[in-house]
């Protein structure tokens, strides 16, 4: 797409500006472009003091890969706060990262969001006053930032090689020490540091405070501390120029005037090194609320195994974005103690922070599929027509003449209603439908269908050939074709659900599927009858 070929082109083509000849121990302060810093520091006002009035909330993904489910219910929660509180909602795309960068990531996350109805104000696609919005555009901000924090002496260059830093921590894990950076370069001159700079390879590094403590003050956990001491110095900006997570975050919160911050949980120890961040750039942060872990159904920390696959999966397998939404919304967050049920409309009026718990939550499939089913059921018959169009025409052998005939959607539709879970399952159990022949299928299933008596299975499709044979082509109606069926239980002295299993299997090549006699009605005369004999001839086979 056009907006992320652009950023591509803006990584190959960025001049890092004076900032960078700065950093690099060239230049003045003075030619370094002061405007990208005044922009931060206008921008620095606390969002929270009465400035701004706004909500502002982002949605900032890696485009590492496709979105999955934790990382999405950030988007729809920081969505939601913004909708309901008439405020704005951003997408940027923190693409720093280059070594781990999936080119196709940003349209999946794009995609994702559209598919749940989430729509962004500010962001690739549609602009605002406060782009760029990939990361990779915005390096010269980054670098003016870290280079203002090493002249007020908050951070420093390091020159650690990676066998330094390799070695470091091989003596720390022996010794049972906590891992973390030992400062080394902390002790190096300013004068040192400029001339190094000019010849060797550095990262830049926070020097984080190590007395006292750091205290989060979060909208869902409350008040959290950290000791300083158990913090080590970060890199803040890699040798490569682009920055990490860290200074990317607060400076671009900053800049686009974020006022509202939602995370996941996993980021709460990060949390002290962004707080000395805003700090030490005079900036006031966000306030922050880091949402509940998601467990699998084994209480265990969601895993792809357990469900933390792509949003996208989820479409691709036969879940509605009605589903997705309502199952995500109730993912750490609740309207009250009654409403399990919520539309994407009703969470953006009704959504606040107050209601998010600390309390991990719980994937449940099976609530997923509840939640799928209900909606299946609630859609409106035009629209549930035409999705079951849209799946067959996707899902149906290739050998089915497209496209599907409108009269059959339209008469199988109220029939498939109640037996659909997931979309994915609409071409299978339609599939029958289409050809003379059913399905193929496994002769052996029959005989298993007659609770492995093959003389039974032989029985019920003769007595079925016997009383449907007798049913005119005038009269091959649903009403009559249930008669004659339920007329066979006197004939093979057994109820109707110990036989017509067979019937599926003859006529469908399964087990079970839409009603039998409203089948063998849109199959017509002709091939209802043909199929059993095809089956009859199968258990012959079998002798």
Request: glycine content about 8%; aromatic content about 8%.
């Amino acid at each position: 797409m056009a907006a992320h070929g652009s950023a591509s082109r803006g990584r190959e083509a960025h001049d890092y500006s004076a900032a960078a000849c700065r950093l690099h121990g060239r230049g003045s302060i003075d030619g370094c472009g002061d405007d990208s810093l005044a922009i931060l520091h206008t921008n620095a006002t606390a969002p929270h003091g009465g400035f701004f009035v706004t909500v502002r909330t982002r949605y900032a993904p890696s485009p590492t890969g496709d979105p999955h489910i934790g990382n999405i219910r950030s988007a729809l929660f920081s969505w939601a706060l913004a909708r309901a509180n008439g405020g704005v909602f951003i997408l940027r795309i923190e693409d720093t990262d280059q070594k781990r960068l999936v080119e196709s990531s940003v349209d999946a996350i794009m995609e994702s969001l559209r598919w749940l109805g989430i729509d962004w104000d500010e962001g690739p696609g549609v602009g605002g006053v406060h782009g760029p919005y990939f990361q990779s555009q915005r390096l010269p901000l980054y670098q003016k930032a870290a280079l203002t924090l090493i002249e007020g002496g908050r951070a420093y260059r390091c020159f650690c090689t990676p066998e330094r830093l390799d070695q470091m921590r091989a003596a720390q894990v022996a010794a049972k020490r906590p891992p973390g950076y030992d400062g080394l370069c902390r002790e190096i001159s300013a004068g040192e540091s400029e001339v190094r700079a000019g010849s060797e390879a550095f990262v830049v590094r926070f020097a984080m405070r190590r007395e006292g403590t750091t205290v989060l003050d979060d909208l869902v956990r409350g008040s959290i501390t950290f000791e300083n001491a158990l913090q080590d110095d970060f890199v803040i900006l890699k040798s490569d120029g682009f920055p990490t997570y860290h200074l990317g975050l607060v400076v671009d919160d900053t800049e686009m005037e974020i006022t509202h911050a939602i995370r996941g949980d996993e980021w709460i120890s990060s949390a002290p090194k962004h707080i000395q961040l805003y700090e030490s750039l005079g900036w006031k942060p966000p306030l922050w609320a880091h949402l509940p872990l998601i467990l699998g159904p084994d209480h265990k920390k969601l895993s792809k195994r357990t469900g933390d696959t792509s949003v996208l999966d989820y479409r691709r397998n036969g879940y509605l974005p009605e589903a997705m939404v309502n199952f995500l919304a109730f993912l750490g967050w609740s309207l009250d103690d009654r409403t399990s049920l919520i539309t994407i409309e009703d969470l953006k009026e009704q959504f606040s922070l107050e209601r998010v718990v600390a309390n991990p939550a719980v994937f449940d499939i099976e609530r997923l599929n509840h939640l799928n089913g209900h909606y299946i059921r609630e859609m409106p018959s035009e629209r549930w027509q035409q999705v079951i169009a849209e799946w067959c025409e996707k899902d149906l052998p290739a050998s089915v003449p497209r496209p599907v005939d409108a009269d059959l959607v339209s008469a199988v539709a109220p029939l498939l209603r109640e037996r659909v879970g997931r979309l994915t399952e609409v071409a299978p159990l339609m599939e029958f439908l289409f050809g003379f022949e059913a399905p193929d299928y496994d002769a052996a299933l029959l005989e298993e269908k007659a609770g492995g008596d093959p003389e039974l299975a032989r029985r019920v499709i003769d007595t079925a050939l016997l009383k449907l044979d007798r049913v005119p082509r005038d009269q091959w109606t649903r009403d009559e074709l249930e008669a004659a069926i339920r007329r066979m239980e006197d004939e093979l002295g057994t109820k109707l659900r110990k036989f017509v299993p067979v019937l599926y299997v003859a006529e469908m090549g399964r087990p079970q599927g839409i009603p039998l006699f409203d089948s063998l009605a849109l199959l017509g005369r002709e091939r209802a009858l043909q199929r059993l004999r095809t089956a009859r001839a199968h258990l012959e086979h079998r002798r």
